[in-house]
């Protein structure tokens, strides 16, 4: 079986689906790849699929940045258009352009 193509991509600005809370992307796994007491510490009636991708996050709210671990169904792309302001974009990102943020050269795959 063929893993799932990805919806978004390294850099894009996403927001959670259900959760105050919007981040830049800076990895992504075809399926997941966590450990199973994580997955089960979601409650049942909000905890995703494992077939899909998901997203490592630069994330942030209104109190905190911090790095989130997000299935694909629960991100949206977010259309405000402005940078994340946690502390790490500039160690992994180079530029914020046209709502995206451009890797590091030393950082590409």
Same mark, same amino acid.
């Given at each position: 079986?063929?893993?799932?193509?990805?919806?978004?991509?390294?850099?894009?600005?996403?927001?959670?689906?259900?959760?105050?809370?919007?981040?830049?992307?800076?990895?992504?796994?075809?399926?997941?790849?966590n450990?199973?007491?994580?997955?089960?510490?979601?409650? $049942? *009636?909000?905890?995703?699929?494992?077939?899909? !991708?998901?997203?490592?996050?630069?994330? @942030?709210?209104?109190? /905190?940045?911090?790095?989130?671990?997000?299935?694909?169904?629960?991100?949206?792309p $977010? *259309?405000?258009?402005?940078?994340?302001?946690? !502390?790490?974009?500039?160690?992994i990102? @180079?530029?914020?352009? /046209?709502?995206?943020?451009?890797?590091?050269?030393?950082?590409?795959?």
């Amino acid at each position: 079986m063929d893993a799932p193509v990805a919806r978004f991509c390294i850099g894009q600005v996403v927001r959670h689906r259900a959760f105050a809370f919007r981040g830049v992307i800076f990895d992504v796994d075809p399926q997941f790849s966590n450990t199973e007491e994580w997955w089960r510490s979601i409650p $049942d *009636e909000i905890r995703p699929r494992k077939d899909q !991708p998901f997203y490592h996050l630069l994330a @942030e709210n209104d109190q /905190n940045a911090y790095v989130a671990y997000v299935s694909e169904q629960n991100l949206l792309p $977010d *259309e405000s258009g402005e940078p994340v302001g946690h !502390p790490q974009t500039g160690v992994i990102f @180079e530029a914020f352009e /046209n709502g995206e943020y451009r890797l590091h050269p030393h950082n590409s795959h």
